[in-house]
């Protein structure tokens, strides 16, 4: 079961322990990042000049992965200029403020409507749904911009993705991969992704209210609501059009009608978020051409412009780290360094630099419930290093079959330990560019909300593990 480890995964993983010391101690990794790539195409290649170019190929593959996010979240900002410009934010935002009062109120709220969503139709594009209507809202009651974006990120790209109840693709793919129905691997994954769900929120928000109380988002607070009472003044002041009005209607209704339209068709991950991001884009046109006329032709310039300037400083910094961990999967590795050159590295029974890794320490580890428990965690936390929650599931159901045979336990709960660990690591919480579409959408580092991240899924995925052992 094991797998032969050469000298490109050693390489690989010294770097990888260097960039996960720094994140810990939060310090930037962009740096040692892009060493790490320049030295997995030295040692793949053999030659400089195969290092150098895997630098540059690197960054090209990560933003070639990118490029539909990127302009989902730069549409949808230069949408919010135009509808902050026309004063239909604040006309859109107004029925739900009603409904949040607290920062606590906010944090929880925020969560629970972004895990309903994202079961139906996946985190991605229900961050932009989301996130677009109650972030306002959120930040006028004193939640800091980091609460918004761990409440998204912790209740929809960890809990409800984890799990995956309703539309199933990843205890699909588990359950595969483990030989076992679906139906059973949701069974045994429901009390486990409870746990982890309900820790993980609830110590992230003790430690967001800690450090609320502290006083550590009191000029941050201050501020915007000192810029939304301003805000208040103008809006007063200022006449609302019926244009407006028309866009406090039409753009919740647009967007109602895609959840609508992606239930019937029953359109996911990609094709949600192109949807979600048309219907920004046809918003951005009509209304600015009603509201400004021959104007429109300048205008939406200006807006576009906007809305890409923060698309790209937020995708920026993420890129190369991105493409060193891509390359720990086989396709991307191949993609960057050339399929001659990785063949000729890595053993031919290889299944990617990750995955080698998780199964040579798996084969290290003697059988029995705890140490099994553990290393499932483990090695679907190592797969989902790569930023992609659902890559290493297969790896996690295989092992599953394994161990649950070695220790006489249940298979289907070992598999969902290994689905859970896998999703919540690589799915968009502990990952910089996997939570970018919660932090883009907050307006906050991916860094400093993976940092807020670490201690709440930590201690998640202890606890789940630990429950995990007496289940088996």
């Given at each position: 079961?094991?797998?032969?480890?050469?000298?490109?995964?050693?390489?690989?993983?010294?770097?990888?322990?260097?960039?996960?010391?720094?994140?810990?101690?939060?310090?930037?990794?962009?740096?040692?990042?892009?060493?790490?790539?320049?030295?997995?195409?030295?040692?793949?290649?053999?030659?400089?000049?195969?290092?150098?170019?895997?630098?540059?190929?690197?960054?090209?593959?990560?933003?070639?992965?990118?490029?539909?996010?990127?302009?989902?979240?730069?549409?949808?900002?230069?949408?919010?200029?135009?509808?902050?410009?026309i004063g239909a934010n604040?006309?859109?935002?107004?029925?739900?403020?009603?409904?949040?009062?607290?920062?606590?109120?906010?944090?929880?709220?925020?969560?629970?409507?972004?895990?309903?969503?994202?079961?139906?139709?996946?985190?991605?594009?229900?961050?932009?749904?989301?996130?677009?209507?109650?972030?306002?809202?959120?930040?006028?009651?004193?939640?800091?911009?980091?609460?918004?974006?761990?409440?998204?990120?912790?209740?929809?790209?960890?809990?409800?993705?984890?799990?995956?109840?309703?539309?199933?693709?990843?205890?699909?793919?588990?359950?595969?991969a483990a030989g076992l129905?679906?139906?059973?691997?949701?069974?045994?994954?429901?009390?486990?992704?409870?746990?982890?769900?309900?820790?993980?929120?609830?110590?992230?928000?003790?430690?967001?209210?800690?450090?609320?109380?502290?006083?550590?988002?009191?000029?941050?607070?201050?501020?915007?609501?000192?810029?939304?009472?301003?805000?208040d003044v103008a809006a007063?002041?200022?006449?609302?059009?019926?244009?407006?009005?028309?866009?406090?209607?039409?753009?919740?209704?647009?967007?109602?009608?895609?959840?609508?339209?992606?239930?019937?068709?029953?359109?996911?991950?990609?094709?949600?978020?192109?949807?979600?991001?048309?219907?920004?884009?046809?918003?951005?046109?009509?209304?600015?051409?009603?509201?400004?006329?021959?104007?429109?032709?300048?205008?939406?310039?200006?807006?576009?412009?906007?809305?890409?300037?923060?698309?790209?400083?937020?995708?920026?910094?993420?890129?190369?780290?991105?493409?060193?961990?891509?390359?720990?999967?086989?396709?991307?590795?191949?993609?960057?360094?050339?399929?001659?050159?990785?063949?000729?590295?890595?053993?031919?029974?290889?299944?990617?630099?990750?995955?080698?890794?998780?199964?040579?320490?798996?084969?290290?580890?003697?059988?029995?419930?705890?140490?099994?428990?553990?290393?499932?965690?483990?090695?679907?936390?190592?797969?989902?290093?790569?930023?992609?929650?659902?890559?290493?599931?297969?790896?996690?159901?295989?092992?599953?079959?394994?161990?649950?045979?070695?220790?006489?336990?249940?298979?289907?709960?070992?598999?969902?330990?290994?689905?859970?660990?896998?999703?919540?690591?690589?799915?968009?919480?502990?990952?910089?560019?996997?939570?970018?579409?919660?932090?883009?959408?907050?307006?906050?580092?991916?860094?400093?909300?993976?940092?807020?991240?670490?201690?709440?899924?930590?201690?998640?995925?202890?606890?789940?593990?630990?429950?995990?052992?007496?289940?088996?």
């Amino acid at each position: 079961m094991g797998a032969q480890l050469v000298t490109l995964h050693w390489v690989y993983a010294l770097f990888m322990l260097i960039i996960l010391a720094l994140l810990v101690a939060r310090r930037e990794i962009i740096l040692p990042s892009a060493i790490g790539l320049f030295f997995i195409g030295l040692a793949a290649t053999g030659s400089l000049s195969g290092g150098i170019a895997a630098l540059f190929n690197g960054l090209t593959y990560a933003g070639s992965e990118f490029i539909g996010i990127i302009l989902v979240i730069s549409t949808i900002v230069a949408m919010s200029k135009l509808l902050q410009e026309i004063g239909a934010n604040d006309l859109m935002v107004a029925p739900v403020a009603s409904l949040i009062r607290t920062p606590d109120l906010a944090y929880w709220f925020v969560g629970i409507v972004m895990f309903v969503v994202s079961l139906f139709f996946w985190p991605s594009p229900s961050t932009a749904l989301v996130g677009a209507v109650l972030l306002p809202v959120a930040l006028r009651v004193g939640l800091p911009a980091i609460g918004v974006a761990m409440a998204m990120n912790l209740f929809g790209h960890g809990t409800a993705l984890s799990g995956d109840f309703i539309i199933q693709g990843a205890p699909t793919i588990t359950s595969k991969a483990a030989g076992l129905e679906v139906s059973s691997v949701i069974s045994a994954s429901f009390p486990l992704v409870l746990i982890m769900g309900l820790v993980s929120t609830v110590v992230g928000y003790i430690m967001l209210k800690r450090d609320l109380n502290a006083g550590k988002f009191k000029a941050e607070v201050a501020a915007y609501q000192t810029a939304a009472a301003a805000n208040d003044v103008a809006a007063s002041k200022k006449m609302v059009t019926p244009v407006a009005r028309w866009a406090a209607v039409v753009v919740p209704l647009a967007f109602l009608l895609d959840l609508v339209v992606m239930a019937a068709a029953k359109l996911r991950g990609g094709d949600a978020t192109a949807l979600v991001g048309g219907t920004a884009f046809m918003i951005l046109v009509v209304f600015t051409i009603i509201v400004y006329g021959m104007e429109s032709l300048d205008k939406i310039r200006e807006f576009l412009k906007q809305g890409l300037v923060f698309g790209i400083e937020i995708f920026g910094p993420i890129i190369p780290i991105a493409a060193f961990f891509f390359v720990g999967e086989l396709g991307p590795l191949q993609a960057i360094v050339g399929k001659e050159a990785v063949a000729a590295a890595l053993p031919k029974s290889s299944q990617g630099l990750l995955s080698d890794m998780g199964l040579a320490l798996a084969a290290a580890v003697p059988m029995n419930r705890v140490l099994v428990a553990f290393m499932e965690t483990i090695v679907g936390g190592i797969t989902g290093l790569d930023g992609s929650g659902f890559s290493g599931l297969g790896l996690a159901g295989s092992l599953a079959k394994v161990f649950g045979a070695a220790v006489n336990g249940s298979v289907a709960t070992l598999t969902a330990l290994g689905q859970i660990a896998g999703i919540w690591v690589g799915g968009g919480t502990l990952i910089p560019w996997a939570v970018i579409p919660a932090a883009a959408i907050a307006g906050v580092s991916p860094a400093d909300l993976v940092r807020r991240n670490f201690i709440p899924v930590m201690t998640g995925l202890v606890v789940t593990t630990i429950i995990a052992i007496f289940i088996i």
